[in-house]
């Protein structure tokens, strides 16, 4: 089970992150980065406060290493496959989420070995360096994206094609990778399930306290601050499992994200109510 999950992994991963970069819409992002107070913010959100609030509950919750490692690995973690269409429900700042959601994945190459080994959450394999890492995740996160972002750009109507035939397969492809990686940690899941589990739920609650906060102390406007706690609180769990089973090769890893992926459901769904809930007293 390891090895063949080993070898679908990244192969599963290419096609969850070209779904990703079909989604993207380039034109909607000018004005995201031409008045940048709004994607800054969110980002510190995501590159800083998520991993450092990891690492504090990692500590004051005593986690094991394995574990604590995992919970850094998921905060790191880009923003989540299915962000932008939850900002679109949530009626948050669709472009602002678009924006995160391709800057942290574009860097994810970066700043997911740089955050581990800053914060010493994990060490690399033997033999293998920061660089050859994230050129590693680089052309198997990156290179997707950015050819769904082109294809999307320049020719959306073959975009809108490609994405309606291949979004149900990469829906069935991420539940697969889920469960195969679910089966495969399961005693593990089971033996650390009710620490981390509380952990995880004080991650996703950190995120989205963070990212208000943020909003409203910096004075965004509503749907920007929706936004950032879309993006802040739903992590790319596809990413995590890849990292975890395929680049640190450590599957107790995965134990976090799991969870993490049952719980953002939850907080997404919440969040959808609650920003129908605020547009309509607007109105």
């Known amino acids: 089970m390891t090895e063949i ?6 192969l599963g991963l290419v096609l969850l992150m070209f779904v990703v970069g079909l989604r993207l819409e380039g034109r909607r992002l000018s004005g995201v980065f031409s008045q940048p107070r709004g994607l800054l913010t969110g980002l510190a959100v995501q590159w800083l406060g998520l991993p450092l609030i990891a690492v504090a509950l990692g500590t004051a919750l005593d986690l094991p290493g394995p574990v604590w490692a995992g919970l850094v690995l998921i905060a790191l973690a880009p923003g989540g496959v299915t ?19 391709l800057v942290t994945t574009a860097l994810a190459g970066i700043t997911i070995p740089l955050g581990l080994t800053l914060t010493g959450a994990a060490s690399l394999p033997e033999g293998a360096s920061l660089f050859s890492i994230s050129a590693k995740m ?17 020719v959306p109507k073959v975009a809108g094609w490609m994405l309606k035939g291949l979004e149900p397969a990469s829906k069935v492809i991420f539940a697969a990778m889920v469960l195969a990686t679910f089966i495969q940690n399961w005693d593990a899941m089971m033996a650390h399930l009710g620490a981390v589990g509380a952990a995880v739920v004080l991650l996703n609650l950190g995120a989205l306290g963070l990212a208000a906060v943020a909003g409203r102390a910096l004075r965004l406007e509503g749907e920007q601050t929706r936004a950032i ?55």
């Open 138 to 154: 680089s052309v198997v996160v990156v290179g997707p994206v950015i050819l769904g972002l082109v294809l999307s750009t320049w």
């Open 83 to 101: 962000s932008n269409y939850i900002a679109h429900l949530a009626r948050a700042d669709l472009a602002l989420s678009t924006a995160m959601t």
């Open 5 to 10: 999950l080993a070898k679908l992994l990244p």
């Open 229 to 283: 706690m879309v993006e802040a609180s739903l992590q790319n769990v596809a990413v995590a499992l890849f990292v975890a089973g395929s680049v640190l090769q450590d599957p107790v890893l995965s134990v976090p994200a799991l969870i993490y992926a049952m719980i953002m459901n939850v907080s997404a769904l919440a969040q959808i109510f609650s920003g129908r809930r605020e547009v309509v007293r607007a109105v």
